[in-house]
């Protein structure tokens, strides 16, 4: 619903008004709705390898799923780049593929090569899932979750996540990382029933997940649906949007308060449909996006969260400050968080964000 027609009167406050409020947590108001200058700010990847803080408790860690299942190690990370930064709002430290694990999944990482999976090969392989220890396997998480809640500081937004079905069902079944996606398409395109299992298992599985997250002390939710741009329309509407938008629904039935970020990169045009159909909150534009066209057709609906290219970041200087200043301008005047269009690169410099940072703080409308 365009929440600019709900028959509030002016949902969108600024100015002066903000001063009524300003003990709540800017990016939870941004995300119901209102407008605030300079806008709130945090990064996808915030926690992760340009710190060399992070590098450093990473090689205590172990593995890497070992650093996601150590609730003080996973919350230290966390936490890193919002003492340095003083980002609005706190990611939980994990990974999407914690699901597939805590299901059964073998998973591991490979320096160098990323995540890998004993791939899914058909329906039949669903029998080897087990949906009835999940919660118990991702006990760590919800107590990282409960641990970072005790530990920001109080104007600091704690953001759970999980990813959509769609993209974690691609990992599933590919066995990893993949540019083409086809042993995942092949499977949806010749068996749709079979792979409709899948999805709805993990529908379940990720409501669930994002419900604990919630009650462990999450105060916003973001969905990341990595790969939904890879579907031509129709796939994407039944993969990827009528998916997401049953999580969102189970979520909001039951904390109808959380607001829910919804990332459906890759979506192009059919963002309008996801702004209008999902259910979501906010939703994360990625890098390809038009920001007046986002402004005009998006905007009026939800909240926006976005978009700066990360090579951008990665690059600095002038590049930097001159996009980041166009998207302020553009976006800014209405709900918006900045943030970027994917996730932060592991080689940029954390000056360059520093910088970015300050560049935010300052600007106004």
Not at 89 to 114: R, T
Not at 148 to 174: D, K, N
Not at 233 to 239: D, I, L
């Amino acid at each position: 619903m365009d929440k600019r027609a709900s028959g509030v009167e002016d949902p969108f406050l600024s100015g002066s008004e903000l001063s009524k409020n300003e003990n709540q947590k800017r990016l939870l108001r941004v995300l119901r709705g209102e407008i605030l200058d300079p806008p709130p700010v945090w990064l996808m990847r915030q926690a992760g390898r340009y710190l060399d803080e992070y590098r450093e408790v990473r090689a205590q860690a172990g593995g890497f799923l070992d650093l996601c299942y150590n609730p003080e190690l996973a919350c230290e990370v966390t936490l890193q780049p919002i003492r340095r930064f003083g980002f609005d709002a706190a990611i939980l430290f994990s990974d999407i593929l914690v699901v597939p694990h805590a299901l059964g999944q073998k998973v591991w990482f490979e320096e160098g090569h990323g995540p890998r999976l004993d791939p899914l090969r058909g329906v039949q392989d669903l029998a080897t899932l087990d949906p009835g220890r999940m919660e118990e396997r991702l006990q760590p998480v919800f107590a990282t979750v409960s641990l970072l809640r005790r530990s920001l500081p109080p104007e600091t937004s704690l953001i759970g996540f999980a990813g959509a079905p769609w993209t974690v069902a691609s990992y599933m079944i590919e066995g990893g990382s993949t540019r083409d996606f086809f042993k995942a398409k092949r499977w949806a395109y010749s068996d749709p029933q079979g792979f409709s299992q899948l999805i709805e298992l993990l529908v379940d599985a990720t409501s669930g997940y994002l419900l604990a997250q919630i009650e462990a002390g999450a105060e916003a939710i973001q969905i990341f649906d990595s790969w939904a741009g890879v579907w031509p329309e129709a796939e994407f509407r039944r993969w990827c949007l009528a998916p997401a938008r049953e999580i969102i629904e189970r979520v909001k039935t039951v904390h109808p308060e959380v607001p829910i970020i919804l990332f459906p990169r890759g979506a192009g045009p059919l963002y309008a449909d996801v702004a209008a159909q999902a259910g979501a909150d906010a939703l994360s534009l990625d890098t390809t996006v038009p920001l007046q066209w986002a402004a005009e057709t998006l905007q009026p609906k939800v909240a926006l969260q976005g978009n700066l290219d990360p090579a951008v970041l990665l690059v600095g200087g002038k590049a930097q400050a001159e996009a980041v200043e166009r998207i302020l301008s553009t976006l800014g005047q209405g709900p918006f968080v900045f943030n970027l269009g994917h996730g932060i690169d592991k080689h940029t410099p954390p000056d360059n964000v520093t910088r970015l940072v300050e560049q935010i703080r300052a600007w106004r409308r």
